[in-house]
């Protein structure tokens, strides 16, 4: 059975969208028109706001991600290679991914205020557990043998470490890392619902109020982009990485 192109599929999608919403089975703000939807999109272009909140989520997003990956990481080697500190460590991490972003992101906002400190937090408690178990899997999948016999040829700790264990857990993490993009893409816009007066997501809620569900869903469809483009270039990341 042939594989049906993406663009095929996305042309398809938008005429059965327009379809549906130009014979109005569904109210407007329910399904708007896709040449309203694109419409808006085309308007938020023209007066500089798409770049403004885009850069916005992003910032908070990158800046999200970035801590999360050096905390995760630097976390996940103890853990990986010492089980008493993973049996001890497990219940906690657990409890931190057991309790609902929605839920703690006001509380977030009221101890660290509406700016940028308090959605980074968000991002960074969304993203941290995707990259700490990757990270793990990928150190915990090396062959013991390897690591014996770099050390036995004279490799020093930092040695093995970055051209041994680094380099075989590699794909493990970019997994982790092709996630957290993605998801800290979700954190920022959790973050932005709450509060804010930049984003996408402050947007959304903004486009919401005035019952704008043309720029509702511009807004939505942009974040699919860039989460789709995030997780696109790591996958680019990935083959270049691995292959080299």
Same mark, same amino acid.
């Given at each position: 059975?042939?594989?049906?192109?993406?663009?095929?599929?996305?042309?398809?999608?938008?005429?059965?969208?327009?379809?549906?919403?130009?014979?109005?089975?569904?109210?407007?703000?329910?399904?708007?028109?896709?040449?309203?939807?694109?419409?808006?999109?085309?308007?938020?272009?023209?007066?500089?706001?798409?770049?403004?909140?885009?850069?916005?989520?992003?910032?908070?997003?990158?800046?999200?991600?970035?801590?999360?990956?050096?905390?995760?990481?630097?976390?996940?080697?103890?853990?990986?290679?010492?089980?008493?500190?993973?049996?001890?460590?497990?219940?906690?991490?657990?409890?931190?991914?057991?309790?609902?972003?929605?839920? %703690?992101?006001? /509380?977030? @906002?009221?101890?660290?205020?509406?700016?940028?400190? #308090?959605? !980074?937090?968000?991002? =960074? *408690?969304? $993203?941290?557990?995707?990259?700490?178990?990757?990270?793990?899997?990928?150190?915990?999948?090396?062959?013991?043998?390897?690591?014996?016999?770099?050390?036995?040829?004279?490799?020093?700790?930092?040695?093995?470490?970055?051209?041994?264990?680094?380099?075989?857990?590699?794909?493990?993490?970019?997994?982790?890392?092709?996630?957290?993009?993605?998801?800290?893409?979700?954190?920022?816009?959790?973050?932005?619902?709450?509060?804010?007066?930049?984003? %996408?997501?402050? /947007?959304? @809620?903004?486009?919401?109020?005035?019952?704008?569900? #043309?720029? !509702?869903?511009?807004? =939505? *469809?942009? $974040?699919?982009?860039?989460?789709?483009?995030?997780?696109?270039?790591?996958?680019?990341?990935?083959?270049?990485?691995?292959?080299?």
């Amino acid at each position: 059975m042939p594989i049906v192109p993406s663009g095929l599929a996305i042309v398809l999608t938008l005429a059965v969208w327009q379809a549906v919403a130009s014979q109005a089975l569904l109210p407007a703000y329910v399904l708007p028109q896709p040449s309203k939807v694109l419409a808006a999109w085309l308007l938020l272009l023209n007066n500089g706001a798409l770049l403004r909140h885009v850069s916005a989520t992003l910032s908070e997003a990158l800046a999200g991600f970035a801590v999360a990956l050096v905390a995760g990481a630097a976390l996940a080697y103890p853990l990986a290679r010492s089980e008493t500190l993973s049996r001890l460590a497990s219940p906690f991490i657990a409890t931190t991914q057991a309790m609902p972003m929605i839920a %703690l992101a006001p /509380l977030l @906002v009221m101890w660290f205020g509406l700016g940028l400190v #308090s959605k !980074v937090i968000i991002c =960074a *408690l969304i $993203v941290f557990f995707p990259i700490l178990v990757s990270t793990m899997v990928g150190l915990r999948s090396i062959d013991r043998e390897m690591l014996e016999a770099a050390r036995s040829l004279g490799a020093g700790r930092w040695q093995t470490v970055l051209h041994v264990e680094l380099p075989l857990a590699l794909r493990s993490v970019l997994g982790g890392v092709r996630l957290g993009l993605t998801l800290a893409m979700t954190g920022a816009i959790v973050g932005e619902f709450v509060a804010s007066d930049a984003g %996408l997501g402050f /947007l959304m @809620v903004l486009s919401r109020t005035n019952f704008d569900a #043309s720029m !509702v869903f511009a807004a =939505a *469809l942009t $974040v699919a982009a860039v989460s789709t483009l995030l997780y696109k270039l790591v996958g680019w990341l990935d083959l270049v990485l691995i292959d080299w």
